[in-house]
């Protein structure tokens, strides 16, 4: 058998759906009322015994699988037994029977405000794994078909790769034996810190922090192998073990089991005019979640081509900060400020705004910055960072547009694992919502100027030109990211490998010539337009936008 529950505000909308299926019957309940508006007028007088319930009614659904009928009198007993294991002892219900579906199901109708003195309320606290094991309880007693439980529908199952290596070597995956040891480890739905316990006396370690959406994720590591819950299934995810195995949490009690991820610090976000928050600290920001830079295909908005020096803004240092790691006005080589090296960067800032296209606004304050800077051959130079700011080394932009990775005179000297990899990168706000992973910086800043959603969704955009670059901890966790790296063989290779690790990410080909050459063309052909047609350049940069309509990375 299988069950369902749903909490909500209003009778008379309940009981009308449930009526308005052909062929609905009511077949039980302790109500005198037989129409929806009767039902409903009953229920109402329940809700006068305590006003503070906001979320009053209780809505269940039980049914078998097809092909299995069960009579009136019968389900009537299995939901009066059902209601009573729920803690619906002194409750108004009504069941109504349901043929609409090729399963035979029922639907109850109950107020979740007892009749009793005090008007109490039943808890609706870990409500989903009480009726999972009454329901097992129930289709013991009236021999039902048992239903699949959340310890198999709630785990991902395995992959292709995990079915062949069984079958060829008879070994268990590793993400097969976490799933296994979580189900026995809570069994009988332990305090997180007991569960932490028992996983690692079988060798799995555990780690539990914030995402970047600032809610706490947590992972499992054996055998050197580690996953995030999402990857073990919605069960093992930090919600999921409270929601669907009982687990129990507390933030007072358990605060020392939280790790606390590095954040994108203060001083390196990119902000822009309108995720820059407002008096009473809200944002302008519509669209989390959404997953690409131009999720509907037809872009006619000014943020893809008209860049306003007003839309970006540095944002301020916090005197928290140390001086090592504060970026602005410090050049990438020593010596920057001579006239020599600022005559070359003026040269390498033409080249990438005439040769790339690439917006002046954005360039400069990049350069501001010290993100972006020219060496002494009039090469652009770009600073590698980890996600909490300190510079790792830099890339070159060779003439043949090709890049080099070289050392840095600042860079630290200590070592770093695979999750601190310096990679060049830019974020909008720290509250990250959105990623978009490109070939390199060139890349990046194209995807930037091609993204009407710029200064709207909390986005990181970064570059890397191999696996163990990828930030995997900080995006495991991100709901949408845009993998947009070239069309060429390397990229689509390296695309494959990045979507295998992160499930969430979608894959947006840009073409062998990649965002720059798109928004490069998208330039060359404003431009050409406006050497046939004399026309401002308010109209010059409608078109341009216009022009954009087509392109698409979501």
């Known amino acids: 058998m299988i069950g369902k529950q749903i909490i909500g505000k209003s009778f008379t909308g309940l009981l009308n759906y449930l009526f308005s299926k052909q062929g609905a019957s009511l077949i039980g309940g302790n109500i005198v009322g037989e129409t929806p508006q009767e039902l409903a007028a009953e229920f109402r007088f329940s809700k006068q015994l305590n006003t503070r319930v906001e979320n009053p009614v209780y809505h269940a659904v039980l049914g078998v699988p097809s092909g299995e009928y069960i009579p009136d009198a019968k389900w009537r007993a299995i939901a009066l037994d059902y209601l009573e294991g729920m803690g619906f002892d002194k409750n108004l219900f009504a069941i109504i029977r349901h043929t609409d579906r090729d399963h035979d199901h029922i639907h109850i109708a109950a107020s979740r405000i007892k009749l009793d003195e005090k008007g109490s309320c039943v808890s609706d606290s870990w409500n989903y794994l009480r009726s999972e094991k009454l329901i097992e309880q129930l289709e013991e007693k009236y021999d039902l078909t048992p239903a699949a439980r959340s310890f198999d529908k709630e785990r991902r199952s395995p992959t292709t790769g995990e079915r062949r290596r069984l079958a060829r070597t008879g070994e268990i995956s590793t993400r097969e034996q976490l799933q296994t040891a979580l189900d026995r480890a809570t069994a009988d739905s332990p305090a997180i810190a007991i569960l932490i316990d028992r996983l690692n006396e079988q060798g799995i370690s555990v780690k539990i922090e914030p995402t970047p959406t600032g809610e706490l994720g947590i992972s499992y590591k054996l055998n050197d192998i580690a996953f995030s819950g999402t990857h073990l299934g919605k069960a093992y995810t930090f919600k999921g073990l409270q929601k669907y195995r009982g687990v129990s949490y507390s933030p007072e009690i358990n605060s020392d089991i939280v790790t606390q991820m590095p954040t994108l610090a203060s001083n390196q976000i990119l902000q822009t005019a309108n995720s820059k928050p407002d008096e009473d600290g809200n944002t302008d920001n519509d669209t989390a979640g959404d997953t690409g830079i131009n999720n509907t295909g037809n872009n006619t908005s000014s943020e893809n081509c008209n860049f306003n020096p007003d839309t970006y803004t540095i944002s301020k240092v916090s005197p928290t900060v140390e001086?090592?790691?504060?970026?602005?006005?410090?050049?990438?080589?020593?010596?920057?400020?001579?006239?020599?090296?600022?005559?070359?960067?003026?040269?390498?800032?033409?080249?990438?705004?005439?040769?790339?296209?690439?917006?002046?606004?954005?360039?400069?304050?990049?350069?501001?910055?010290?993100?972006?800077?020219?060496?002494?051959?009039?090469?652009?130079?770009?600073?590698?960072?980890?996600?909490?700011?300190?510079?790792?080394?830099?890339?070159?932009?060779?003439?043949?547009?090709?890049?080099?990775?070289?050392?840095?005179?600042?860079?630290?000297?200590?070592?770093?694992?695979?999750?601190?990899?310096?990679?060049?990168?830019?974020?909008?706000?720290?509250?990250?919502?959105?990623?978009?992973?490109?070939?390199?910086?060139?890349?990046?800043?194209s995807a930037i100027a091609l993204d009407p959603k710029f200064d709207r969704t909390p986005t990181l955009y970064l570059s890397i030109d191999a696996i163990s670059s990828l930030p995997i901890d900080f995006l495991k966790d991100i709901p949408a990211i845009v993998v947009g790296l070239k069309g060429d063989e390397f990229g689509e290779k390296l695309s494959k490998e990045i979507i295998e690790i992160l499930p969430q990410a979608k894959r947006i080909n840009p073409g062998i010539g990649g965002w720059n050459g798109i928004l490069v063309a998208q330039v060359q052909e404003a431009e050409n337009q406006s050497d046939e047609i004399d026309e401002t350049d308010d109209v010059l940069e409608e078109r341009l936008c216009d022009r954009s309509s087509g392109l698409s990375l979501g």
């Open 323 to 445: 001086s090592e790691d504060v970026f602005q006005d410090k050049p990438l080589n020593a010596g920057t400020n001579s006239p020599d090296l600022a005559s070359q960067w003026q040269s390498t800032r033409e080249s990438l705004v005439e040769n790339a296209c690439l917006p002046p606004e954005l360039i400069d304050l990049l350069h501001d910055k010290g993100w972006i800077d020219a060496d002494d051959q009039t090469r652009a130079v770009f600073t590698l960072r980890t996600l909490t700011g300190e510079k790792t080394g830099s890339c070159t932009l060779r003439p043949n547009g090709k890049f080099s990775i070289g050392a840095n005179a600042g860079t630290s000297t200590r070592k770093y694992d695979d999750s601190e990899k310096g990679i060049f990168w830019i974020a909008t706000q720290s509250d990250i919502e959105r990623a978009v992973i490109a070939s390199d910086p060139v890349e990046t800043l």
